[in-house]
């Protein structure tokens, strides 16, 4: 408490909040939206559109970028544009945003769910072959927080078992696996640009593959499926209106300027972090892992995950009470009350990434935190246990 005149001030009232997010648009953007207002370019066309798909699949060594209204989107029409047929099966993680296994179900296929591994958090990739049967069509590799899922083990079971593989790297931009980047690996793979993604649009997502009628596919499924070439208002197939704007791609086109900088800011918060949290490996954290063999994290959020359900309630209330946001950890699939209604997933247990939705959360790692708001996080958490 502090005494200000005759008034006693908390002094939790006064202290800024430290958003889980924070995020920083100070390239072009503004130039560019002030583009798109002043030359009357604001829907669905305009040049930025075809500018942004350019470079970012370039960026990521893709043929094509079809660029959409955001990531849950780019995965509904990668899903359709794979050909998953109502009946087939396709393999996701278990430990994953609702996103991968709306698409499937939306398609009216199956969703086939994967335990996570303990250490990476993604997706045990040691489970996948036991889950594949005859009715597998896909699997859907999911990369989680900022280490990349071992492709590797998974491009080899597409192969044997004729499996297309999507790649959801909606998380991942800048994020590479084994020197090629995240979005190189799929037959088709997506990208979200939410706004606490490395690349932002506010909202907004793209789809990358390499195929030209896979690509002209997802343009048509993207745009309520017009006929690209046909008479207009005449439609074979059902579509969707998925589209980004020209103004989301200004922004995106601006922010991708400036990937390499939001990259280092990630990599820096990590190392922050890792240093001055340490001391939570004492009170039973596990904290992320910085390498693998395949990939340095990039630490899209900074995860941690303590010993227990009533530990991690504790330290949750107890930064909330400091202003400083935290996020829970992804819900399991086989979990959700939406699924349970489908009956889908009945009596499944999975015991890693049960532990992993009950116990982690992360703490604030936008790109936009400055040092005095990091140095803020870890004092309070250490505060916590002293
Ligand atoms: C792994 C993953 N897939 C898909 C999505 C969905 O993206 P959006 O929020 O743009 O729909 C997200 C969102 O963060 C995500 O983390």
Redesign the pocket.
Known sequence: MQIHGEYVISYKSMIKQIPVNSFQLNGNEKKYINDCIDSGWISGEGHYIEKFENQFSQYVGRNFGIAVS??????DIAVLAAQIEPGDEVIIPTF??I??ALSIVKAGAIPVLVDSDPITWNMDVTQVEAKITSKTKAIIA???YGLPINMEPLLQLAKKYNLKIIE????MQGQSYNEKKCGSFGVIS?F???A??LITTG???MIVCDDPAIAKHCKKLRNLAFEPEGPRFIHYEIGYNYRMTNMQAALGLAQLEQVNTSITKKHSIGKYYNQNLHFLLQHGYQLPLSTTTYAANIYWVYGVVARDEQEKQKIVTHLKEYKIGTRPF?WCMHEQPVFKKLNLFDGQQFPVAEKLARCGFYIPSGIGLTDDELEVVTKTMRDFYE
């Open positions: 955001n990531g849950s989107a780019a995965l994953t945003i996103s991968p999911v990369h989680i959801d790297a909606a998380e997506t979200s640009f939410y606490n993604k909202e907004g997502g992804f």
